[in-house]
């Protein structure tokens, strides 16, 4: 998947909302061991680095998200009123 382009839909004054409940998502999955350590390692670097708010740190976390919660991520995007990314997202797990 390409999580970059997803992220050009939604709209720049939405990125903390969205990079926060992401964050929330990854954070409190039981899915853990899905989680490439490569993946984990990078939304860290970010968190330190303080963009998990920019265009490469939602990415990221949208990535995670995808693998951890799929269902859960789709339906926070559309509470989020994301529903051209939720979408997206539905079409290329193909539900």
Same mark, same amino acid.
């Given at each position: 998947m390409d999580y970059r382009r997803l992220v050009?839909?939604?709209?720049? &004054? =939405?990125?903390?909302?969205?990079?926060d409940r992401l964050v929330d998502l990854v954070?409190?999955?039981?899915?853990?061991?899905?989680?490439p350590?490569?993946? &984990? =390692?990078?939304i860290l670097y970010y968190w330190q680095q303080n963009v998990l708010r920019s265009e490469s740190g939602i990415a990221a976390?949208?990535?995670a998200a995808v693998l951890l919660e799929p269902e859960k991520t789709i339906a926070a995007l559309g509470e989020l009123q994301m529903l051209?990314?939720?979408?997206?997202?539905?079409k290329m797990l193909g539900s």
């Open positions: 050009e839909l939604i709209p720049t &004054a =939405n990125w903390g909302t969205v990079s954070l409190t999955s039981k899915n853990d061991e899905k989680m350590s490569q993946l &984990a =390692n990078k976390l949208l990535e051209d990314v939720a979408e997206q997202v539905k």
